[in-house]
């Protein structure tokens, strides 16, 4: 069986808004097919759920490649396991693991869980200096703060006890496995486990921190787009 990419689809991170990306997809959709596909602010029960709803955004006919940042790397991982149409995977500052033990903490208290789900996304703890990361911590900030404190419990969870190595090592269109020089959330240690779990994974090492999609979205469009121009330029061997 053969698949070759009819568009790009993004999955954004944790927060879930697809719409603190727009600037690097629309970098993306000046040379391919591109959408971004967020998540509602409601739980969505499992993993699967969340592959589920990812998928059903997209038309019966879309042969996508997906890009998964982040927290989204579970879900894409999980829904290309399980979907033909999927034709190639690129798994951004992603992990088939949890990266972090506060995860397993406010999955247990949500109560917490805004807390903790802002830790994990800017473990830094102050506001940057450079303008364009002090905007994307600002909206960021705000994104966290509007979701539903069981949303974030529910994420929380699926990072603490989700473990899709299994599902990657079944995954059998090319991959894409791309860190961070600076990521302070995903650990080289979590990286290379992701890539050890992939066929033959392509590996890219990209500047910039965990969230360089937001705060570089022209530089790390630019640097992406050669490795998806070959899911469309050829047939991928599914």
Not at 37 to 47: F, H, I, M, Q, T
Not at 170 to 197: F, G, I, K, W
Not at 207 to 219: K, S
Request: one cysteine or more; glycine letters at 6%.
């Amino acid at each position: 069986m053969s698949v070759r990419a009819t568009e790009i689809v993004f999955l954004p991170g944790f927060d879930g808004d697809a719409s603190l990306r727009a600037p690097f997809v629309e970098a993306l959709a000046e040379r391919r097919p591109t959408r971004a596909v967020g998540y509602p602010n409601r739980p969505l029960g499992s993993l699967n759920g969340y592959a589920r709803f990812a998928a059903g955004e997209l038309a019966a006919e879309s042969r996508p490649v997906i890009i998964a940042e982040s927290f989204s790397g579970l879900v894409a991982a999980r829904w290309a396991a399980k979907d033909p149409h999927v034709a190639g995977l690129v798994l951004c500052g992603a992990f088939a693991r949890s990266p972090v033990a506060l995860a397993a903490l406010g999955a247990r208290l949500p109560s917490i869980s805004q807390f903790l789900g802002a830790h994990f996304l800017n473990p830094i703890g102050f506001m940057p200096a450079d303008p364009a990361r002090r905007r994307w911590s600002q909206g960021l900030s705000h994104a966290v703060a509007s979701l539903q404190r069981d949303v974030i419990a529910e994420r929380l969870r699926l990072i603490a006890e989700e473990d899709v190595s299994r599902d990657l090592r079944a995954v059998r269109v090319p991959v894409v496995v791309v860190e961070y020089a600076e990521d302070l959330v995903v650990r080289p240690s979590s990286t290379a486990h992701l890539a050890s779990c992939c066929a033959s994974p392509v590996r890219v090492r990209l500047e910039g921190p965990h969230f360089a999609i937001e705060t570089r979205p022209r530089e790390s469009a630019a640097a992406l787009l050669p490795h998806l121009d070959l899911f469309f330029d050829k047939v991928a061997n599914a």
